[in-house]
């Protein structure tokens, strides 16, 4: 925090002042904040109001001719107070976050402590994986950082809970109980982004440098890129954390919100300014030396942002992630990116070496309506980036007719919710002699152009962004650079959709059956659908806990989530009963053919649900 001298010091003020200029005169050029564009401020305090967002602050950079880092801000602090926000306010940028790590890691490389392809087993021996591919394929540094190594995203509780500490151990932060990490595609092969490699990434650092790696990269990373205003530390707007210099976080409709503990901090925990985002920026764009010295390898910064050795890359797909930046062609652009968001907060960080130039943008409103990518957009315009023409269309080498059929993600993000992308987030692809149709589930179809061998562009991209692919097992698939999807048996497909609108179609009238004989005092015990009935109307009881409490509980073990678990559990049991007495009994009637049909529904879709690892529901698991 900026203190002010007292006038008791006895200095002469005019001569500091004067003195302080001079100084700052001698100062390189690209160490000199420019003064940010009006025409840029205006705009963006409009895209600002359009969107209903509280704040911005952002950096622009340029190593060229006339280098210099421009910062500048919009809007406000906090909502509560009308307080402005200034481009000196800390920010912070969720999973931009681990692109810094990256950094981190990469600095140890180039000091001979770590290589990227030693296995992760070797630097964290208390972790295990259950890894199919271990023989051949173990999980390697190089993978955590590449999001390749085929792990889970993270799971509820790693995200969202109220018992994370700034001083919880990380050991204690990847796996539940010492459990096992399991992986889920060939090391190496295919980008599956990972909260919880980053978070392993954490604690190599800690087991390398023997320190906590908020301390270590405070020290031994931000220091020396005189990145100041920056810390790996939690901070916070209120309690024992608090930083004044922090804008405050908000949610949708400018609800403040302050930040809060994380367990797999080191993924997303990050508080820094625009200036010195724009150091950062700077630094990744040079050759790697801090002086006369090197600090990191220019040979491990250049390949930042390009994919190596997944099966995307070796079909020449160029889009991809590699080394804490992902190549994305936006905004008829291609850069070197790393988005984030975190609660309260949304963040763009963007590297364009060719015209060595750069953006940063830190948004203090986390609102799933706001379209940021008009914000992004405005400040690619503000770097007068040069695009390329579009490629051509060029005429596939691959027999496209056969890649028609039904895509689903492999593997999807979160395990947890597998059977949801499978049978919910599925692609059909279609071939209609010229160009490739995509038709998500539940999106636009989008028409693909073929550029040459199996890679094709989708309308708004200036590069591939699609190739087509076969595994090693012969399985047909295709790849954005950033999610797989593997062809799946239709026949598989339409089981799943069968088991859902059954599942789903007798739930629903085991519901409002249950509520109409409810009312009409006609639910009694001695029917066989009494216990199916009371079975599904429990599913309602966790709701109003759930409004009640916070959705940082929403991965704890609470009132509300035990009460889930236990009703999720109990609803198969009660189906059984149900059908159970039905066939003791055997009831006559249509009414009663109908609850027997609903219950035996119902029941084959939770064991569905049960094999896909979904029944009983433990969100703290």
Avoid at 200 to 214: S, V
Avoid at 378 to 392: K, S
Avoid at 493 to 508: E, F, H, I, N, Q
């Amino acid at each position: 925090m900026a203190q002010r001298l007292p006038k008791t010091y006895g200095v002469n003020r005019r001569w500091l002042c004067s003195t302080v200029l001079v100084l700052c005169s001698m100062l390189p050029p690209a160490l000199n904040a420019a003064p940010p564009s009006s025409s840029l401020a205006r705009d963006m305090a409009a895209l600002l109001a359009e969107e209903e967002l509280t704040g911005a602050v952002w950096a622009t950079v340029d190593t060229g001719v006339s280098p210099a880092i421009t910062v500048g801000a919009t809007g406000v602090k906090h909502a509560g107070t009308g307080q402005p926000l200034t481009a000196d306010d800390r920010v912070q940028v969720g999973s931009v976050a681990k692109t810094v790590v990256a950094t981190g890691i990469l600095r140890l490389v180039s000091e001979g402590r770590l290589q990227l392809d030693t296995p992760v087993s070797q630097l964290l021996p208390d972790v295990t994986f259950d890894n199919p591919w271990k023989a051949t394929d173990p999980v390697r540094l190089r993978h955590l950082l590449d999001h390749t190594a085929g792990l889970d995203d993270a799971r509820i509780w790693q995200v969202f809970s109220a018992q994370a500490q700034p001083d919880t151990p990380l050991a204690n932060t990847y796996a539940r109980r010492g459990g096992t990490l399991r992986i889920r595609s060939r090391p190496g092969t295919r980008f599956s982004y990972s909260n919880t490699g980053y978070g392993l990434l954490g604690g190599i650092i800690e087991a390398t440098t023997g320190q906590r790696y908020e301390r270590y990269l405070d020290a031994h990373l931000l220091r020396p890129l005189e990145m100041h205003d920056s810390t790996f530390r939690f901070v916070s707007q209120e309690g024992a954390h608090t930083d004044p210099r922090l804008a405050m976080g908000h949610l949708e409709n400018a609800v403040p919100h302050a930040a809060a503990p994380l367990y797999l901090r080191p993924a997303s925990q990050f508080t820094t300014t625009a200036q010195d985002m724009g150091k950062f920026a700077r630094f990744l764009m040079s050759d790697g030396r801090l002086g006369s010295e090197i600090f990191i390898d220019s040979a491990l910064l250049q390949p930042m942002g390009q994919p190596a050795g997944t099966e995307a890359a070796q079909a020449g797909l160029t889009m991809g992630y590699g080394l804490g930046l992902q190549t994305r062609d936006r905004h008829g652009a291609i850069g070197r990116c790393h988005g984030g968001s975190t609660i309260g907060y949304r963040a763009m960080f963007c590297l364009f070496p060719d015209q060595r130039r750069a953006f940063f943008l830190a948004v203090n409103t986390d609102s799933e309506t706001a379209d940021y990518d008009a914000l992004d957009r405005r400040l690619v315009t503000a770097l007068e980036i040069t695009a390329p023409a579009p490629l051509p269309a060029t005429p596939a080498t691959v027999e496209v007719a056969d890649w028609e059929g039904f895509y689903v993600p492999a593997p999807n993000r979160f395990a947890m919710v597998a059977w949801v992308d499978t049978t919910l987030n599925f692609v059909q692809l279609k071939h209609d002699g010229s160009a490739v149709q995509l038709k998500p589930a539940f999106s636009p179809e989008v028409a693909l152009t073929p550029v040459g061998s199996a890679l094709f562009r989708a309308p708004d991209r200036i590069t591939a962004s699609h190739v087509l692919i076969t595994t090693a097992n012969g399985t047909r698939a295709f790849s954005t650079g950033f999610r797989t999807y593997e062809r799946i048996p239709t026949a598989k497909l339409a089981w799943l959709w069968l088991s859902l609108a059954l599942g789903a179609s007798g739930l629903c009238y085991l519901l409002i059956a249950g509520v109409v004989r409810l009312l009409m005092r006609r639910l009694r015990v001695s029917r066989p659908v009494f216990f199916p009935s009371l079975g599904a109307l429990a599913l309602l009881l966790p709701l109003p806990l759930f409004f009640r409490q916070s959705f940082l509980q929403f991965g704890d073990l609470t009132l509300a989530s035990g009460l889930l678990a236990a009703t999720t559990v109990a609803l198969p049991l009660t189906m059984v009963i149900g059908l159970a007495l039905h066939l003791r009994r055997r009831p006559a009637g249509r009414i009663a053919f109908i609850d027997a049909v609903a219950m035996l529904a119902v029941l084959q879709w939770t064991l569905v649900l049960a094999a896909w690892g979904l029944l009983p529901l433990r969100l703290w698991a």
